[in-house]
């Protein structure tokens, strides 16, 4: 079973194309997480090694338009790039997903803040963000970094939706 072709609701969209999004991209799928992918740059589409995730439209307003996130989804912004990112955060976070995080250091998270409130982005729906993303475990190298993300995905998914859909198990048997 390919990561497109996954039988779980979970549905992962990356905003850049980087190395920890080529990480989570290769990682994701193997714990439940369909992924989708973003990226406004075309020298970053182009040298993507993996074909086989669906990308979406290089706009990230656009691709949040055609991911419809749900209560099923996460938003992760990887881009580095403040136009990029927050342009996927203002779409993502008044939406139902069930995480919504970015890359970067504090000081970054603290002027993104402040930037998406500056955009009208409510005090409640920018604290939804995730930021710094990722479990604080002294990630350094990107694969580390996209472990420390996905730890925190599941955590985030265990303790919104066990309480209402019991038990997760998303492990497909061939």
Not at 91 to 107: E, H, K, M, Q
Not at 116 to 124: H, K, P, V
Not at 144 to 153: C, G, K
Request: with cysteine; glycine share 6%; charged share 20%.
């Amino acid at each position: 079973m390919s990561a497109t072709e996954s039988t779980s609701p979970w549905r992962l969209l990356l905003i850049g194309a980087g190395d920890v999004a080529r990480e989570l991209a290769e990682l994701a799928p193997r714990l439940g997480f369909a992924v989708s992918l973003c990226e406004p740059r075309a020298e970053r589409r182009v040298a993507w090694p993996a074909p086989a995730e669906p990308w979406l439209d290089h706009d990230p307003i656009e691709a949040l338009r055609q991911f419809v996130p749900d209560i099923y989804s996460a938003v992760v912004a990887l881009a580095h790039v403040p136009a990029i990112d927050d342009a996927a955060l203002i779409g993502a976070l008044p939406s139902p997903a069930f995480y919504v995080g970015a890359i970067g250091s504090r000081a970054n998270a603290e002027a993104r803040l402040a930037r998406l409130s500056d955009a009208g982005i409510s005090e409640t729906d920018c604290l939804r963000l995730k930021a710094p993303i990722g479990l604080p475990i002294g990630s350094r190298s990107p694969a580390e970094i996209a472990i420390a993300i996905l730890a925190e995905l599941i955590d985030e998914r265990r303790r919104q939706h066990a309480a209402t859909t019991g038990p997760l198990c998303v492990a497909a048997v061939s």
